[in-house]
């Protein structure tokens, strides 16, 4: 399971990261404006959105695309 994966932006990444890094660069309300679900909207917290991340997957990889097109160096 320790395969590398040099072209994977998120390898090595948790998903508690992702969130806590988008939501420190962006906020609860502008997350809630790039990608419109309710765990970022109604009473948000990192906690119950990864609850809710892991069991959606369709959300969970919005929320990995707009990290990856975030932070991931362009080149």
Request: no cysteine.
């Given at each position: 399971?320790?395969?590398?994966?040099?072209?994977?932006?998120l390898h090595g990444i948790t998903?508690?990261?992702v969130v806590t890094r988008l939501v420190e660069?962006?906020?609860w309300e502008a997350?809630?404006?790039?990608?419109?679900i309710n765990c970022f909207k109604k009473d948000p917290s990192v906690k119950s959105s990864l609850k809710f991340l892991r069991k959606?997957?369709?959300a969970r990889d919005k929320v990995e695309a707009?990290?990856?097109?975030?932070?991931?160096p362009q080149g």
């Open positions: 399971m320790s395969q590398e994966q040099p072209n994977n932006p998903l508690e990261q660069h962006y906020g997350l809630a404006e790039q990608i419109n959606t997957p369709w707009l990290y990856v097109s975030t932070f991931a």
